[in-house]
């Protein structure tokens, strides 16, 4: 799986006293998307949580390119830029019709109870290295 492909309509709730999204929205629409994008792979939240395992983001980058508003219906496009033994690095694209509105990149790490780094286990490092660049 090279790309994944998540739809989302923009509420009310999404927008800000101009009408617009606002831009916290934009960050938790690529996190929606993040997270069907792993469930695609066959990769659970709920799963590493039993097994004492989270993802959280070290980095984040956004460029807002162009507003989006109310009813818009937008898609977010999420693809593996770079994978090591314990990160993942997504590309991350927001689309309203054919444009460009926001582009991201965002890095992600495993930890472990203890808040401290643990290598990705091989299953997951080889569903994710399939979807995309890995090194």
Do not use: C, W
């Not at 980095?59 to 999420?78: C, F, G, M, N, Q």
């Not at 997504?90 to 780094?117: A, C, N, Y």
């Amino acid at each position: 799986m090279a790309k994944s492909v998540f739809n989302v309509r923009v509420y009310y709730e999404d927008t800000d006293f101009s009408g617009n999204v606002y831009h916290a929205a934009f960050v938790q629409f690529m996190e929606r998307a993040r997270t069907e994008y792993l469930r695609q792979l066959g990769i659970h939240h709920s799963e590493l949580v039993r097994d004492g395992l989270f993802f959280v983001v070290r980095r984040l980058d956004v460029t807002y390119l162009a507003p989006a508003h109310i009813d818009d219906e937008l898609v977010v496009v999420s693809h593996v830029k770079d994978l090591t033994g314990v990160r993942m690095v997504l590309e991350q694209s927001i689309f309203r019709v054919q444009d460009q509105i926001t582009r991201g990149e965002v890095e992600v790490v495993l930890v472990g109870p203890d808040g401290k780094p643990k290598r990705l286990p091989t299953d997951i490092r080889l569903r994710m290295a399939g979807s995309g660049t890995h090194h």
